[in-house]
């Protein structure tokens, strides 16, 4: 069974800092990460993907991927209250099944204003 | 459509009682998913069409667990003999590309069954 592990948290930053979400995944064949966003009652959106190693920006938020020690993690810069929500890990298999996608329990972000 | 769309969004069914979800994926996408997330965890797959044909149905927890998409558009759910630990959102998703690079899905609302 391949794992993705997150801290579930609560992690707690007041507004304007910066938010770091971790997550760790135990198959080192793994090709692409996907980070999504969820906010309570809602379906999962896809804010990031990244599938080589270092980071990838988008706005205010950097995917960073470290594949030798199997380590993926997203920076929120400048946090927003409206950027609380809970943000899940994807990582799809390595192999033939590489559609489906293997997620975290996420990690619960608040934002403090 | 403009986005995946489910129904029932919120389903309460005795212990025993089949039930029947429904998805409507955003036309044209070829892939479509179906994922069980339960209180504070994860999506977890369950199984995955590519058009009308069921490529995977691995992530199915029983027998009591069917999914059809028979003309590779709208696709159903079926959940027999309903037991308390089906409680969970089942969530559609869909997404345009075939088998490869299927990590950009687009998630419905979901439908929340809770079996009492």
């Known amino acids: 069974q391949k794992e993705v592990e997150q801290n579930s948290g609560p992690l707690s930053v007041p507004e304007g800092a910066i938010a770091s979400l971790n997550c760790t995944y135990s198959?080192?064949?793994?090709?692409?990460f996907f980070w999504y966003r969820q906010y309570s009652g809602k379906s999962p959106e896809l804010i990031m993907f990244?599938?080589?190693?270092g980071d990838k920006e988008d706005g205010r938020f950097t995917a960073q991927l470290n594949k030798a020690s199997q380590y993926v993690s997203l920076l929120i810069r400048d946090s927003q209250p409206s950027d609380s929500a809970t943000y899940l890990c994807?990582?799809?298999?390595?192999?033939?099944?590489?559609?489906?996608?293997?997620f975290g329990k996420g990690t619960l972000l608040t934002v403090n204003p | 459509g403009a986005g995946v769309s489910q129904s029932p969004r919120y389903k309460v069914a005795k212990r025993g009682q089949d039930v029947a979800l429904r998805c409507d994926p955003i036309s044209g996408h070829v892939s479509l998913f179906w994922y069980q997330q339960a209180l504070g965890q994860g999506p977890e797959f369950l199984t995955y069409?590519?058009?009308?044909?069921?490529?995977?149905k691995s992530g199915l927890p029983s027998d009591r667990f069917f999914a059809e998409r028979p003309e590779g558009s709208v696709s159903t759910l079926k959940i027999q003999r309903t037991q308390q630990e089906d409680s969970a959102v089942y969530l559609c998703a869909s997404s345009r590309q075939k088998r490869r690079d299927t990590g950009e899905l687009f998630f419905g609302e979901g439908s929340r069954l809770t079996v009492l």
């Open positions: 198959d080192r064949g793994s090709q692409s």
């Open positions: 994807a990582v799809p298999p390595s192999g033939g099944s590489n559609y489906k996608l293997t």
């Open positions: 069409f590519q058009n009308e044909a069921q490529l995977d």
């Open positions: 990244i599938y080589s190693n």
